[in-house]
């Protein structure tokens, strides 16, 4: 059985994101393992580039820690590579059979993710060309990874 970590800049806030990010955390515990593990934000006093620079650095080194070199390390980014809902499924798929079976979501803060997770990424992905807020990257990758595994079983949730 595969497990699912996401590793995530920021809380979410917002109450209804968070209850739906409940349900289908719920959901997908009937499929495997899932936990998320949440980071605070850098701060960013300024919106200088070297500023912000160092808050990408210093959230990435905490995304990063602990992460094990047995774990499968995928990373979402806007420019990554676009993938559909039967692709993902797909991946998914190809983890909990092949393996490693310890899987590791990164999500970013506002300001993006560090050299240091995108060199560590075993892939990178995008959600979408559009830029969303984190809270809602973390839901949709919620929806899908509940989807992938509907889609994996012929379940009739992907319809």
């Known amino acids: 059985m595969v497990r699912i970590k996401v590793r995530a800049i920021g809380r979410v806030k917002e109450p209804f994101i968070r209850d739906a990010i409940a349900d289908y955390a719920k959901r997908i515990s009937q499929y ?23 808050a990408c650095a210093s959230e990435g080194k905490r995304l990063c820690s602990g992460i094990g070199a047995q774990e499968y390390v995928i990373v979402l980014d806007r420019m990554g590579r676009p993938v559909s809902s039967e692709g993902f499924a797909g991946i998914i798929k190809r983890l909990e059979v092949e393996g490693p079976y310890q899987v590791v979501f990164i999500i970013g803060g506002p300001y993006g993710l560090s050299d240091e997770c995108t060199m560590r990424a075993d892939m990178i992905l995008s959600c979408s060309a559009m830029t969303f807020p984190h809270q809602l990257v973390r839901l949709i990758l919620y929806e899908q990874i509940y989807r992938a595994f509907s889609i994996i079983r012929g379940q009739p949730y992907h319809r």
């Open 32 to 54: 495997c393992q899932i936990e998320c593990i949440e980071f605070p934000e850098a701060p960013v006093p300024d919106d200088h580039p070297s500023t912000i620079e160092k």
